[in-house]
């Protein structure tokens, strides 16, 4: 089984790169997609998507840079459409929990007539450190909307390894994975667990959606924060205050903490500013 092409999108990103690496190190062969790989896939660019595709037993496939982004389910249609026309057999999808239009994605990975494994994740632990979240960490002031809402934040090592055995395990096709942390934390409490791991204080500063937007706005423009508010407003409003079991149903073991995702990052240099 293990002579089957997987085509992992987003292979230079934080969760397709340790993908591609897991299944490589298992002896899987690996067409990396991105943009700037061997074989480039660009969701801009459609004409990309069959030669990438052709060849691929299976796919990973994480949406640059969100599905809430106009336009982005269509896509991702014609990707399914494209993959089932040359005889791509399974497609694992990585979507976000309580978003509107990842579920409208999800929708579209179901009905492609493509064997399918979702993977519908909380917010990301490496935002601090490989994502938006770590200028923030570095600067010592963390500024987040949502007042006390708690978000039970998941490694997203726990993630790659949930894709790597929907990908090379008998078992995983047709199921949804709702993956998330073993606990639920508030931001004050991320806070805490990043000084403590860092070695410097960093504090939560409680601000509303409208500040967020305007901090979103300055780096990336008024549309892109338009977009990134709505999914804060939609994903900190209580709907994913809750932890689920989908790392265990996975991998028959509990999800990493938070706590350890910290201290494994600050020992590999995360949080120096060379990083
Ligand atoms: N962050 C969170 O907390 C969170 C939570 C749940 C779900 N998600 C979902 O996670 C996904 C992002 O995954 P990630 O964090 O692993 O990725 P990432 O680190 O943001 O990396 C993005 C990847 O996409 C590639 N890329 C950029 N533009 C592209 C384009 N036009 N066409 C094709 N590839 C392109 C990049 O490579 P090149 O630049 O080389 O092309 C890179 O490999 C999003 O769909 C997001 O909704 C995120």
């Known amino acids: 089984m293990n002579d089957q092409l997987i085509l992992v999108i987003g292979a230079t990103g934080k969760t397709g790169s340790r993908i591609a690496s897991r299944l490589e190190a298992r002896g899987y062969p690996v067409r990396r997609g991105s943009r700037s790989s061997a074989t480039p896939f660009d969701w801009e660019a459609p004409e990309t998507w069959a030669p990438a595709l052709r060849g691929a037993g299976a796919a990973y496939v994480t949406y640059f840079p969100d599905l809430a982004f ?21 497609l694992v999808l990585l979507s976000g929990r309580g978003e509107h239009h990842a579920r409208l994605g999800e929708e579209v990975v179901r009905n492609s007539g493509v064997d399918f494994t979702i993977v519908r994740a909380a917010w990301f632990a490496q935002n601090f450190s490989e994502g938006y979240l770590r200028d923030p960490v570095l600067a010592g002031v963390l500024p987040m909307p949502g007042g006390d809402i708690a978000e039970p934040i998941i490694d997203i090592d726990d993630i ?11 078992g995983h096709r047709g199921e949804l994975y709702e993956v998330t942390g073993p606990r ?9 667990e990043l000084s403590q ?37 939609e994903t900190l409003d209580g709907r994913n205050a809750h932890t689920t079991d989908g790392v265990m149903r996975a991998l028959g073991r509990a999800p990493r903490d938070f706590a350890d995702f910290a201290r494994a990052a600050a020992r590999t240099g995360a949080w120096t500013s060379a990083a």
């Not at 106009?70 to 399974?90: F, I, M, N, Q, Y």
């Not at 790659?160 to 008998?170: I, K, P, Q, R, Y």
């Not at 639920?184 to 805490?192: I, K, P, T």
């Not at 967020?212 to 990336?220: E, L, M, Q, S, Y």
């Open 160 to 170: 790659a390894n949930v894709v790597v055995a929907a990908l090379t395990e008998e």
């Open 184 to 192: 639920l934390m508030s931001f004050a409490e991320m806070a805490m």
């Open 70 to 90: 106009p336009g982005a389910v269509e896509k991702l249609e014609s990707l399914c459409e494209t993959a089932r026309d040359v005889g791509v057999e399974h």
């Open 197 to 233: 791991a860092s070695g410097q204080e960093i504090r939560h500063i409680p601000i509303s959606f409208e500040d967020f937007h305007a901090n979103v706005a300055r780096a990336g423009g008024p549309f892109v924060a338009d977009v990134f508010t709505a999914i804060a407003r």
